[in-house]
């Protein structure tokens, strides 16, 4: 592994939220590892404090709900404010809830809209003007499966969600690609994450995965990689697209 002082990331300023744990977390420790300095954001001061101090110096603990509209501001305010620039922005934090159409009541279809697809917008724009004045940046939306079908494990309103995102991948791809920001999706399949594990039995995620052409499920560093890859210069020519990453599911 490189060192941070001449990996690809050197210099470049990551914004992760939802980065207390699974996906989040390690896409954050990966950025970190490539030499990116990385804010980390969780619902949770003690959470973001806690990755922050495992990381090491170059990464930022800065907690908000982002439930609340105000904090997408107040994030990259913060962010700015420590390390003076933000290239790259990882929508990860989500609500991810299993139930079923007839028990979903209005308020909580809101509250997973809220974090799901507002949350992520209001990010992007308030990233805008930093990366528009440096005519520079990589916005990377973690999807997933549920937003091309529809979701295994979670309610309507999360699959709702993820197709929403893409959507908005797309839009703001179109719209801010000629000020050399790219904006991707990626869209993991069934992961082996903590809250994978809360929400279905091992039993249950044995027998899915045995139908997977890949058999197994897929790790958190494996969609961390692929972060990496899309927040990279190495994708610079790529925008508005959605990355697969799912053992081959969508074929079966």
């Known amino acids: 592994m490189a060192s941070p002082d001449e990996g690809p990331f050197t210099g470049r300023v990551a914004i992760v939220t ?25 619902r949770h001061p003690d959470r973001a404090a806690a990755v922050a101090r495992t990381l090491g110096a170059r990464a930022l603990a800065a907690p908000g709900d982002l439930a609340d509209p105000a904090v997408p501001d107040l994030l990259v305010r913060h962010t700015l404010d420590h390390f003076g620039r933000v290239d790259i922005v ?31 917008f209001l990010l992007i724009r308030a990233a805008l003007p930093a990366m528009r004045a440096q005519r520079y940046g990589r916005v990377v939306n973690i999807s997933s499966t549920a937003g091309k079908t529809v979701s295994t494990l979670g309610g309507a309103h999360y699959t709702t969600s993820k197709t929403g995102l893409l959507g908005l991948t797309r839009a703001a791809a179109k719209e801010l690609g000629p000020f050399g920001i790219t904006v991707n999706a990626i869209c993991p399949g069934m992961i082996d994450t903590e809250l994978t594990r809360e929400t279905a039995s091992a039993e249950l995620l044995d027998r ?29 020519y790529i925008t508005g697209a959605s990355f697969d990453i799912n053992g081959g599911d969508l074929m079966v």
Do not use: M, Y
């Not at 939802?18 to 954001?41: K, Q, S």
């Not at 899915?208 to 899309?230: H, K, Q, S, Y």
């Open 18 to 42: 939802g980065a207390a744990r699974g996906l989040g977390r390690a896409a954050a420790t990966r950025l970190h590892e490539l030499g990116a300095c990385v804010a980390i954001n969780t």
């Open 90 to 120: 990882v929508n990860n934090a989500a609500v991810a809830r299993p139930t079923r159409f007839e028990q979903l009541t209005p308020a909580e279809w809101r509250a997973t809209i809220d974090v799901n697809l507002t949350a992520p």
């Open 208 to 236: 899915l995965a045995a139908g997977f052409p890949i058999p197994r499920l897929g790790t958190p560093l494996e969609v961390a990689d692929l972060v990496c890859f899309a927040a990279s210069e190495a994708a610079g």
